[in-house]
């Protein structure tokens, strides 16, 4: 048993090590607590040669090694895709499910790698949508890579750096200018917040993508209009009650619509006076100079029967029962 097992852990570190020697650093080896190698992981790229401008499209991925491999099937992930919509990573993972079931008790590795690169070279076009203007990339339009491989209508981006380079300017003039931050604007990446580089002329000068051109012009039917009804009814319900935020009041964007109390009505106070003391028969307690603590009670006493009365103890020792006291004098 020790023999096939050692076998297996020769076969695994046989196969790293030819995959590190083939891939160098494009290659991520984790290994366990023993160092025994755990999983690979590395960034594939569409083939394009040498020109790594037209490299649209990437993925991370991840080859998990469980114990057995490689007589048993690693656990393959696809992570951080690039240009890449749902269906194109499904028909990947479809495909390495089957490289996997063919080459079980093989090294699979770098096969997959060359299958996934394979899938990417043939999707070498963005098929994800334009997050800026939410159409999709048509043949003939005219689209920008990011540094973090996120794409958009090369039109669209310019409209976008424009309007943010303009609120950028407007919160800026709002502040005093002790707070107002003293650095040039950085465009960022509207997905994920990266700063991007751009050129600025040449964004401009780009088209129109297909799609918004060709797209049909908005037209306003009996359902529209019904909403339209329903949201003036809710804004004039909101605007009476005083939830309606006024952004011209005074420049200000913080001010609300809000009701002046009428004469007829005027605000109250914010908290209601306290309840009058009632009177009560109840006789003075040890702190008024007694020396004796007790309860009293009307009608029938608690101790026996009888009429109600005072019924208690000496503080300072001795049996109450049966005894008249005098009440202390204080002084």
């Known amino acids: ?21 083939i891939m160098m650093d494009e290659v991520i080896v ?19 040669a040498d020109d790594a401008m037209r490299k649209y499209v990437c993925v ?8 057995g491999y490689p007589d048993k099937t690693p656990n393959v992930m696809l992570r951080n895709p690039r240009g890449l919509d749902d269906t194109v990573l499904e028909k990947i993972q479809v495909d390495i499910k089957e490289k996997c079931s ?16 394979e899938h990417l070279t043939a999707s070498n076009l963005p098929s994800c949508q334009c997050a800026i203007c939410l159409y999709g990339f048509s043949e003939g339009d005219q689209f920008t890579k990011t540094e973090c491989y996120h794409y958009f209508h090369s039109y669209c981006l310019a409209s976008h750096v424009v309007n943010t380079e303009k609120s950028f300017k407007e919160e800026q003039e709002k502040l005093p200018a002790w707070q107002r931050v003293q650095k040039t604007f950085q465009v960022q990446c509207p997905v ?3 700063p991007i580089a751009y050129d600025m002329d040449l964004l401009t000068s780009a088209p129109p993508p297909l799609d918004v051109e060709n797209a049909r012009q908005f037209e306003l039917n009996d359902e529209l209009r019904s909403l339209q009804q329903k949201m003036a009814s809710l804004f004039s319900y909101q605007k009476s009650r005083g939830g309606i935020i006024d952004p011209e009041a005074d420049d200000s964007k913080l001010v609300l ?45 608690t101790f026996g029967r ?15 029962r049966g005894r008249q006291f005098q009440p202390a004098v204080s002084r």
């Not at 009888?306 to 109450?320: D, E």
Request: glycine residues 10%; contains cysteine.
């Open 1 to 21: 048993m020790s023999s096939i097992t050692s076998d297996v852990d020769e076969r695994i570190v046989d196969e790293v090590e030819a995959l590190k020697a």
């Open 30 to 48: 984790k290994c366990d607590e023993n160092g025994f190698p755990s999983s690979v992981e590395t960034v594939v790229f569409p083939a394009t």
């Open 60 to 67: 991370t991925l991840v080859v998990e090694l469980p114990e």
């Open 102 to 117: 063919d080459y079980t008790g093989q090294p699979v590795i770098y096969e997959l790698i060359e299958l996934v690169k």
């Open 192 to 194: 994920c917040r990266e």
């Open 257 to 301: 619509v809000t009701n002046t109390p009428t004469e007829e009505a005027p605000a109250g106070p914010s908290l209601p006076p306290p309840p009058p003391v009632p009177k009560t028969d109840k006789p003075p307690t040890s702190s008024e100079g007694y020396g004796f603590r007790g309860e009293w009670r009307r009608g029938r006493s």
């Open 306 to 320: 009888g009429r109600g009365g005072f019924r208690g103890r000496k503080s300072s020792g001795g049996s109450a």
